[in-house]
């Protein structure tokens, strides 16, 4: 296993893996970034916060100052893959969401763009009727003056 899979700085989004928390501290959590709240797009603890059940171990390879056997890190990384793994679902699942979301908002963006299309043809079908309408008004505005006018 190639060891700096593990290894670079935490994101944002994630819980920091450099320091185990002591009991006493609040279980940490990650979860989706403010511009997806900011867009509707908020997920639900159960579709993307990550609750750990136990502090997680530093994914960090051997690095000067530790003393940590090359059997050690390898037991410190596997009990670090089940965190990794509910993180990987829940990320996963967070996106599967998101997917869903952005597919029915672009589904209804373009319902709406047929509806206004379909509005504005109303529109313009009414302007020409009113048009018409008006015309023959005037046409018979015309022809009771003409007749006014000719009779005695």
Do not use: W
């Not at 959590?29 to 509707?40: D, N």
């Not at 373009?110 to 299309?117: F, G, M, P, S, T």
């Amino acid at each position: 296993m190639d060891e700096d899979v593990f290894s670079g700085p935490p994101t944002q989004d994630t819980v920091p893996s450099m320091a185990p928390y002591p009991p006493s501290t609040p279980t940490p959590t990650a979860s989706a970034s403010t511009a997806a709240r900011m867009h509707g797009l908020a997920s639900t603890p159960s579709q993307g916060t990550i609750r750990l059940s136990q502090p997680m171990t530093p994914m960090t390879p051997h690095t000067p100052g530790t003393s940590l056997s090359p059997e050690e890190r390898l037991e410190q990384m596997i009990n670090d893959l089940p965190v990794i793994r509910r993180r990987y679902t829940a990320e996963r699942k967070g996106n599967e969401f998101k997917a869903r979301k952005i597919e029915e908002l672009q589904r209804e963006k373009a319902d709406l763009e047929r509806e206004k299309i379909a509005l504005h043809d109303r529109c313009s079908a009414l302007e020409q009727q009113l048009k018409d309408r008006e015309r023959e008004l005037n046409q018979a505005r015309r022809r009771l003056a003409s007749y006014e006018g000719s009779s005695p």
